[in-house]
Nanobody
Framework: QVQLVESGGGLVQTGGSLRLSCAASGRTFRPYAMGWFRQVPGKEREFVAA????????DYADSVKGRFTISRDNTKNTGYLQMNSLKPEDTAVYYCAAGGHFATVPGEYDYWGQGTQVTVSS
């Protein structure tokens, strides 16, 4: 029904920046919130950031607050995650998600992208 595709991941040195994009397509029939999550082997999927349809409500994990910025451009059906001052502990597969309500837990989202790898070298 809804497809999400992440892009923008890659290798970066400590202190560098990356900008992830999440393009949405398909049969969207209502406004949707978006979130970003990340996952490393052996750990649960971790909340990173979320944004409401209008952009009026945003939230960040404490570990990324002040370094990451979530945004969206609804005219392009695209969400973004700007990541600055990257640290090795940010290394993970990053996933975007879409759902009917603003949320910070994975189970509340209906659609997921395939993920994009972010690797931060020390």
């Amino acid at each position: 029904q809804v497809q999400l595709v992440e892009s923008g991941g890659g290798l970066v040195q400590t202190g560098g920046s990356l900008r992830l994009s999440c393009a949405a397509s398909g049969r969207t029939f209502r406004p949707y919130a978006m979130g970003w999550f990340r996952q490393v082997p052996g750990k649960e999927r971790e909340f990173v950031a979320a944004i409401s349809w209008s952009g009026g409500r945003r939230d960040y994990a404490d570990s990324v607050k002040g370094r990451f910025t979530i945004s969206r451009d609804n005219t392009k059906n695209t969400g973004y995650l700007q990541m600055n001052s990257l640290k090795p502990e940010d290394t993970a597969v990053y996933y975007c998600a879409a759902g009917g309500h603003f949320a910070t837990v994975p189970g509340e989202y209906d659609y997921w992208g395939q993920g994009t790898q972010v690797t931060v070298s020390s």
